[in-house]
């Protein structure tokens, strides 16, 4: 995929704001999983986020967008552009949407920090019952540190308590949006989900990188599993990670192999290579998650000494 196709995002929110459902709603939308799969919550993993009904650990997940051209794209006045971040030479077409849902409790914001390094742009999914937090506000913060482009999303809009006036002037103050800029949804009946994902692709800016450039990849989160060893998930920055090929860990000097690459579409989806702008997974050979940390940047043997 083109790096003018791709768009990496994440969605942060406060806990019980709708984030997981809206992500549900964005897979469901986009043909990622087929409808008799789905389930609430789907990239909750765990069985305590799933009791709980919380977000506790980072999941990414690709989805495949295809967004018609709006004439509304074709008479955007620069002023406008420049106010709303618009990408102006978006085209329509088939796009990738590599989402990291991310955690809204106060106790996981490290999650949150590492997500928001492999990202272009933020989703900010405010409750209009509620209206902003002040764990939003933190999450906030941290995404304006990185330059992340953000989308303001009110949700739960259909409930008799929301108070979209007021939650609105609460967002325009926090960001300095202005108020056609924030999409009103309900994430539980999908209603203007679609919106949400068309902003993606115009507001986000595309990743940068060269491919022909020393591979460098960061490391946002690895676990050990049972039956395959490491694995890492990775934000490609420049050149690419072939299956097979011998890595690198810049931080830790760990040596190990790519016995797998690939994305999650929810699940793990091997590809022959990952390359520039893309997340995905690495299978390694590592015996350990000491050897592979979070913020490490993999690259590959060859580029070594």
Same mark, same amino acid.
């Given at each position: ?11 942060i ?6 984030k ?129 482009a ?21 967002v325009?103050?926090? /960001? %300095?949006?202005? @108020?056609?800029?924030? *999409?009103?949804?309900?994430? $539980? !009946?999908?209603n ?16 940068t ?64 290579? /990952? %390359?520039?702008? @893309?997340?995905?997974? *690495?299978?390694?050979?590592? $015996? !350990? ?17």
């Amino acid at each position: 995929m083109k790096l003018d196709r791709i768009r990496n995002f994440c969605i942060i929110a406060h806990i019980d704001h709708g984030k997981s459902t809206l992500a549900d709603r964005m897979m469901e939308m986009t043909g990622t999983v087929a409808k008799r799969e789905m389930k609430s919550q789907l990239l909750d993993s765990m069985e305590l986020e799933r009791e709980k009904g919380i977000t506790i650990k980072l999941a990414p997940v690709r989805m495949k967008y295809e967004y018609q051209l709006e004439q509304s794209d074709i008479s955007h006045s620069s002023e406008r552009n420049r106010t709303a971040q618009t990408n102006l030479d978006c085209m329509g077409g088939m796009y990738d949407l590599n989402l990291i849902d991310t955690p809204g409790h106060v106790d996981f914001s490290y999650e949150v920090s590492r997500s928001l390094q492999a990202c272009e742009g933020a989703v900010l999914v405010v409750d209009a019952s509620q209206g902003i937090q002040a764990q939003t506000l933190a999450n906030v913060y941290l995404a304006m540190e990185q330059d992340l482009a953000i989308i303001p999303v009110l949700n739960k809009v259909d409930l008799p308590a929301a108070d979209v006036p007021r939650v609105s002037r609460q967002v325009i103050n926090l /960001l %300095g949006c202005r @108020e056609d800029e924030i *999409i009103q949804i309900s994430a $539980k !009946t999908g209603n203007n989900v679609d919106q949400v994902l068309a902003a993606i692709v115009k507001r986000v800016p595309a990743p940068t990188g060269n491919m022909h450039d020393k591979t460098r990849a960061l490391i946002f989160d690895s676990y050990y599993d049972d039956y395959r060893g490491v694995i890492l998930y990775v934000r490609v920055v420049d050149g690419q990670i072939k299956k097979s090929e011998a890595i690198h860990m810049m931080a830790t000097g760990a040596n190990g192999l790519a016995l797998e690459v690939g994305h999650l579409s929810p699940g793990m989806i091997p590809d022959p290579s /990952l %390359g520039t702008g @893309e997340i995905g997974y *690495i299978v390694t050979n590592l $015996k !350990t998650t000491r050897e592979a940390r979070v913020g490490d940047t993999v690259t590959l043997k060859k580029y070594i000494g």
